[in-house]
């Protein structure tokens, strides 16, 4: 088993940034892929950015490019994403995932574990 636990959530106003993180302890030496999601009021979880563990490859969804960026300290078995610019639109809870698999990394269904998500909240 593999436990996540997400923090650096808040709100900010829209162009503002906050910082993501996500530990991982248990079993991570089965972890090959971590990815963030979030899901706002009445809509599906949607895929925001990708990492691959070991080789720390990223991945990243349109709505993201540009202005998040994933990225992985491995001693520390933490994922990190830095949200800059960011909009209203942003606004959701943001879930940090687990996966042994190497690809799919988009889907939500490919994923093992999930944290239990933090809150952003931007303001225009």
């Known amino acids: 088993q593999v436990q996540l636990v997400e923090s650096g959530g808040g709100s900010v106003q829209a162009g503002g940034s906050l910082r993501l993180s996500c530990t991982a302890s248990?079993?991570?030496?089965?972890?090959?892929?971590m990815g963030w999601f979030r899901q706002a009021p009445g809509k599906e979880r949607e895929f925001v950015a990708g990492?691959?563990?070991?080789?720390?490859?990223?991945y990243y969804a349109e709505s993201g490019k540009g202005r998040f960026t994933a990225s992985r300290n491995y001693a520390r078995n933490t994922l990190y994403l830095q949200l800059n610019s960011l909009k209203p639109e942003d606004t959701a809870v943001y879930y940090c995932?687990?996966?042994?698999?190497?690809?799919?990394?988009?889907?939500?269904?490919?994923?093992?574990?999930w944290g239990q998500g933090t809150q952003v909240t931007v303001s225009s």
């Open positions: 248990g079993r991570t030496g089965s972890i090959n892929t």
């Open positions: 995932a687990a996966t042994r698999r190497r690809d799919d990394y988009q889907m939500p269904l490919s994923y093992d574990y």
């Open positions: 990492i691959n563990w070991i080789g720390a490859n990223t």
